[in-house]
């Protein structure tokens, strides 16, 4: 069980922690929470989720005590495209874990991924000013937990540290990353987050298929451009540019 008072005390004044033990979904609460108004900075943590979502309408599997759920409500003063709020999730959540000794890279959009496979993935919602960004981390999970679909592709912090940092701490500082990733986009702009994520960029160098408005693309790796705020897809010697709206597919 998380130890909720612990990790108010780590969340300090720039968060209010909201606890259940149970919940449908952390982004369900926090969307409900930004519709009736409130304010910046309410973090909803859950021990276990009856219908965890994920992104492209998939659902988010996790276990009680082995996943650390959990949403951030934060409400941005000037709106921001939703490509953007992924990239900046993508990279406040990646920095967050970096920092605590796991070296997280990010898979377009913002997967977050060790040891070349998914740890934790993110799904931002947004509702007028509020944006609602909902984190799932596999923190404890055995192998078995995983569905044979996904198991060669999944793994959990516990794989890669035979000491785990405090579940209440991952939580807070993948939080209080977030919160000032997003205040540093608000005061400096999105370049230097861009240039951030191009540095944990998963897919810099792998074989890849992007689909745009105007076509696909098979290609040899990816980066994001901070100028035209393109991809740009390596192939052939060259590069092609394809929006960041296109879909994006490691193969
Ligand atoms: C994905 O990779 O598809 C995104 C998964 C996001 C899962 C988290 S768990 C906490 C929050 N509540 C939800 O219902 N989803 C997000």
Not at 13 to 18: I, Q, T
Not at 90 to 101: D, H, P, Q, S, T
Not at 194 to 203: F, S
Not at 224 to 239: E, M, N, P, Y
């Amino acid at each position: 069980m998380l130890n909720i008072n612990f990790l108010k005390e780590l969340a300090g004044d720039s968060l209010a922690v909201e606890y259940h033990p149970k919940i449908t979904s952390t982004n369900d609460r926090a969307l409900e929470m930004a519709r009736a108004g409130m304010a910046d900075g309410q973090l909803i943590v859950a021990e276990h989720q009856i219908n965890g979502r994920g992104r492209r309408g998939n659902s988010w599997q996790s276990a009680a005590g082995g996943s650390l759920l959990c949403s951030l409500l934060l409400r941005s003063a000037s709106p921001l495209p939703v490509h953007h709020l992924a990239i900046i999730s993508g990279v406040g959540c990646a920095n967050a874990l970096n920092e605590i000794g796991f070296p997280v890279k990010i898979k377009w959009p913002n997967d977050l991924m060790l040891a070349d496979r998914k740890v934790a993935g993110i799904l931002v919602e947004t509702h007028g000013d509020a944006v609602v960004i909902g984190i799932g981390v596999n923190y404890a999970l055995n192998e078995d937990f995983f569905s044979e679909d996904v198991r060669n592709r999944a793994i959990s912090l516990n794989s890669h540290a035979d000491l785990l940092p405090e579940r209440e701490m991952v939580i807070t500082k993948i939080a209080l990353g977030l919160q000032q990733t997003m205040r540093k986009v608000e005061s400096g702009g999105i370049i230097k987050i861009l240039l951030e994520w191009n540095k944990m960029n998963w897919l810099a160098r792998r074989k890849v298929r992007v689909c745009g408005p105007f076509g696909e693309v098979d290609g040899d790796g990816l980066f994001l451009d901070g100028r035209s705020l393109h991809f740009h897809v390596f192939k052939d010697h060259g590069v092609v540019t394809m929006p960041l709206s296109s879909t994006v597919e490691a193969k």
